[in-house]
């Protein structure tokens, strides 16, 4: 394919075109979200008319969802959660090596609870924070935490996800509205989960009486 000077635009000339992240321009080509195109030795081109269609179309569409930037950070969010990050929160020292094991997950578990809250409306989305409120729990009380203990460590992983969605936000470099929308789910999503585990506690101690 003979790139033309004008006509054909580089990843990253589409990224600043457009005003996002070149690693957001790459995720939506290969979600088939932008057209793109391949040269022989793979490399993406665009067309510079495509682009520019496609860009107005957007501005009208907004097709950008939260949910496609969730998934963005769901790689990140594996890494940032280790032995020596957690071992310092009392709560996880009360723990045995099977729960310590059970609880590294949770912030997997709490991000594609997110992004299934994003795609959900209405009892759906309500029914996805409630069962991993009930699951945060009846976790705790299996492995002895209190209800104070069990609330902490869903705020350690809730604040993480907070930390990793905004740095992912910030890196496809999203309008500030959509920034807005996104927090607004995200605490909507984490307070039914912090009522439901509550309620879930408040629960098993009545029924202990």
Request: hydrophobic share 35%; aromatic share 10%.
């Amino acid at each position: 394919m003979n790139i033309v000077k004008d006509k054909w635009l580089s990843l990253s000339d589409v990224a600043a075109m457009v005003g996002v992240h070149p690693s957001t321009v790459r995720l939506w080509s290969d979600k088939g979200v932008i057209p793109v195109h391949r040269t022989q030795g793979g490399h993406r081109r665009y067309r510079r008319d495509e682009v520019e269609l496609w860009l107005k179309a957007s501005r009208q569409q907004h097709p950008v969802e939260p949910a496609s930037v969730v998934q963005q950070a769901l790689s990140r969010i594996r890494f940032q959660i280790g032995e020596g990050h957690l071992e310092t929160e009392t709560w996880y020292q009360k723990l045995d090596s099977d729960a310590r094991s059970q609880y590294r997950q949770s912030g997997k578990v709490l991000l594609q609870g997110l992004s299934n809250y994003l795609s959900s409306e209405g009892e759906e989305a309500i029914a996805e924070a409630r069962s991993i409120g009930y699951e945060y729990a009846s976790r705790g009380r299996r492995h002895g935490l209190s209800s104070l203990e069990a609330i902490r460590a869903f705020l350690f992983f809730r604040n993480l996800l907070l930390t990793d969605i905004s740095k992912a936000y910030q890196e496809a470099n999203l309008p500030g509205k959509a920034w807005q929308e996104m927090l607004t789910r995200l605490y909507a999503f984490t307070d039914q989960i912090m009522l439901t585990l509550l309620e879930t506690y408040l629960a098993y101690e009545s029924n202990s009486h």
